[in-house]
C-alpha cells in the first residue's frame, strides 16, 4: 500500500465534513488515483456514497469494535494498492463514546493511524471567530495532530483575509467551500438518504469536485497525506480451516447494511456469499447452507416484501427447518410475524419472531453496546462477548433475552436478542472481527447442512 493518508475532521456533526470529503474523493479520482476511504464509526450510509457513486473503496474504522491494533490491521488491508487513502471523521473531532471522553473518537482514530488531520470549519456567518474554534482544537490536546484546515460557507475574501491569521497559528489554509445549497444531500429518519435514491447525485459531485479544485488546494493536501510515515500492524489472524459452505445473503434496497470487515471475515473462512433479494427473488439461492438477513429499510418496502409470499415462506421453513440465521436490525424486522409502514400500515412478514414490530417517534436504545451472552446451547457460549451498535426508530413485541448489553459507560443495561439454536436476531448491528469465533461456529454449524 501507499502511505498516504489524511483525516477529514470537524468540530461538530453538521460542519460539511461528508460532502466535501466525497467532492475531494471525486476530484482525487479525476486525478487518475486510486482512493481508499474509510469512515470512522459505524455508520453504514457514508461508505455507501463513496462505493456506489463515486467508485472508491470504503470501508468503517472504529475504535469501539476493535483495538488500536486490530483497527491499523483492517486499515493496512484495504488499503492495499490505493495511492492515497482518505478517513472521514465521525462527530466532533474529539468527540467519543462518552458525552466526556475521547475514547473511540477520531482523534483517537487519527493517533493510531498516524495520520495527519484536516479540520473541516463551518464559518458561515463568522470570520475571525473560527480561529478561535481552530485555536481550541489546536491545543485542546498536546498532539492534536490537525496540520491543516478548510473554511466551509464562507466567501473568497473573508478566507484570503483569514489565510495569514491561520498560518499564524502552524496549520495550512488549505481553501474555503462557498456556500452552496444545490449541495444538500436531505435527512430521513435513519439518517443520509441512500444514492440509488438521488439519480443526480454523480452529476452533483462532479460539479462539487470541480469548484474544490478552484477554492481548495488539492496538491497541498495529497502533500500532507505523503507526509505520513510508515504504519506497522499485527499479522492477519490464523483461522481454522474450515469446510466450504454458501451462505444466502439478503442484498437489495430493503436489506443493504453490511460492514465491509464483516463479509471479509466470511470470505476469510472459506464461505461463499451468494447475494439474493427478498424482494425480486421467489426463494432462496439453491444449495445455501446458511442465511445471513443484514440491517437497511425494510419498512420502506414492507409492501413488496409482504407480496413476495414465497420468499417469506422460504425464508421461514429454511430457519424453523434447522438452517443457521444470522439477523440484524431490518433483517431481524422481517423475521416478525407483522411490520409496520412508513404510514402506520402492518404487513405480514416472515413468522419466526412472533410479534409484531413498529414504528415509534424517537431512536431506540441509540448507540454502541458490548452484548454478553446469558445462555448456552445456541450459536454462543455463556459469558462469550461481542460489540455492537444499535440504531432503530422500531421496536418489536419480543426483542429477545438471551444476550445482555451494556452501554460503554456502563450506567444502562438490558436484555436483547434471540440466540437459541440456529438463530441469532435481534436488534443490534454485530461487528463479527471482535468475535469470529461466533462466525467460526456458525459456518461449522452450517457445514453440517450437506
Not at 416484501?305 to 444470522?326: D, F, H, T, Y
Not at 462469550?384 to 444502562?412: M, N, Q, W
Request: with cysteine; aromatic share 8%; hydrophobic share 40%.
Amino acid at each position: 500500500m501507499s502511505e498516504a493518508r489524511v483525516v477529514f475532521a470537524a468540530p461538530s456533526s453538521g460542519s460539511g465534513k461528508t460532502m466535501i470529503t466525497c467532492g475531494l474523493l471525486q476530484a482525487f479520482k479525476e486525478r487518475g488515483l486510486h482512493v481508499a476511504s474509510f469512515k470512522c464509526g459505524p455508520d453504514y450510509i457514508d461508505p455507501m456514497f463513496q462505493e456506489r457513486v463515486i467508485g472508491v473503496r470504503s470501508g468503517n474504522l472504529d475504535l469501539f469494535f476493535s483495538d488500536a491494533a486490530t483497527m491499523r490491521r483492517l486499515f493496512i488491508r484495504d488499503a492495499s494498492g490505493a495511492d492515497v487513502s482518505v478517513v472521514e471523521g465521525v462527530m466532533g473531532y474529539y468527540d467519543g463514546n462518552g458525552v466526556a471522553t475521547d475514547e473511540a473518537s477520531t482523534y483517537k482514530v487519527a493517533a493510531a493511524l498516524e495520520a495527519p488531520v484536516v479540520l473541516i470549519i463551518d464559518a458561515r456567518g463568522q470570520s475571525l471567530s473560527a480561529l478561535a474554534t481552530l485555536e481550541g482544537f489546536l491545543n485542546f490536546r498536546a498532539d492534536s495532530r490537525i496540520k491543516g484546515v478548510i473554511l466551509n460557507r464562507t466567501t473568497q475574501n473573508v478566507f484570503s483575509q483569514l489565510k495569514p491569521e491561520i498560518e499564524k497559528l502552524g496549520v495550512a489554509a488549505l481553501g474555503f467551500v462557498p456556500k452552496d445549497d444545490g449541495m444538500v444531500v436531505e435527512s430521513r429518519h435513519l439518517g443520509l438518504v441512500t444514492p440509488n435514491e438521488i439519480t443526480d447525485l454523480s452529476e452533483r459531485l462532479h460539479a462539487l469536485a470541480a469548484k474544490l479544485s478552484e477554492t481548495v488546494d488539492i496538491d497541498a493536501i495529497l502533500a500532507l497525506a505523503r507526509s505520513a510515515g510508515p504504519l506497522e500492524a499485527p499479522p492477519e489472524p490464523k483461522f481454522p480451516k474450515l469446510p466450504k459452505t454458501r451462505i444466502a445473503a439478503a442484498k437489495d434496497e430493503a436489506f443493504c447494511f453490511y460492514y465491509k470487515d464483516n463479509l471479509r471475515l466470511f470470505e476469510s473462512l472459506g464461505a461463499e456469499l451468494v447475494w439474493f433479494s427478498p424482494i425480486r427473488d421467489k426463494s432462496l439461492p439453491e444449495g445455501v447452507q446458511g442465511i445471513v438477513l443484514p440491517g437497511g429499510y425494510p419498512e420502506l418496502y414492507a409492501s413488496e416484501l409482504a407480496e413476495n409470499a414465497c420468499m417469506r415462506e422460504s425464508v421461514a421453513a429454511a430457519i424453523k427447518g434447522g438452517m443457521p440465521c444470522l439477523a440484524e436490525c431490518g433483517g431481524f424486522m422481517y423475521l416478525h410475524r407483522e411490520l409496520e409502514d412508513m404510514e402506520g400500515v402492518f404487513h405480514p412478514m416472515c413468522g419466526v419472531i412472533d410479534a409484531k414490530a413498529w414504528r415509534t417517534s424517537k431512536l431506540g436504545r441509540f448507540g454502541y453496546v458490548e452484548l454478553t451472552a446469558l445462555t448456552d446451547g445456541g450459536l454462543f457460549n455463556k459469558g462469550e462477548k461481542i460489540k455492537a451498535h444499535e440504531f432503530h426508530y422500531f421496536e418489536s413485541g419480543d426483542c429477545g433475552e438471551d444476550l445482555l448489553a451494556v452501554k460503554p459507560t456502563g450506567t444502562r443495561s438490558w436484555k436483547c436478542i434471540h440466540a437459541e439454536g440456529n438463530l441469532v436476531a435481534g436488534f443490534p448491528h454485530l461487528f463479527y472481527e471482535s468475535d469470529p469465533d461466533l462466525i467460526v461456529r456458525f459456518l461449522r454449524r452450517c457445514a453440517e447442512r450437506k
